[in-house]
């Protein structure tokens, strides 16, 4: 018979408001310097998402949850998980 590997439980029970989705008017993911010499808003609008990005996917892995749009989580991965163990899905309360 074979055992199944123990998970850690997570651990915050809720996880923090700004994991649902990233809000151009939080300052956390701003740096100065990001636009660039240009001055360009895009830039720096591109390098706040991708911080908050990996910030939102690095709190999922030590927590060893999932969310359907995490960075390098292939599409049949995702299907497996939610299959075999929809407990490592973190769905919005709302949902």
Not at 42 to 52: F, L, M, N, P, Y
Request: proline fraction near 8%; hydrophobic fraction near 30%; charged fraction near 45%.
């Amino acid at each position: 018979m074979r055992r199944r590997r123990q998970e850690k439980p997570p651990v915050d029970s809720e996880p923090p408001e700004w994991i649902w989705q990233y809000r151009r008017s939080d300052p956390q993911w701003r740096r100065e310097g990001d636009a660039g010499p240009d001055n360009n808003w895009c830039t720096a609008e591109v390098k706040a998402r991708q911080r908050w990005r990996e910030a939102r996917d690095a709190w999922l892995e030590e927590r060893a949850l999932v969310m359907s749009d995490m960075r390098g989580l292939r599409w049949d991965e995702f299907k497996r998980i939610r299959r075999e163990e929809p407990h490592r899905i973190l769905r919005h309360p709302d949902a």
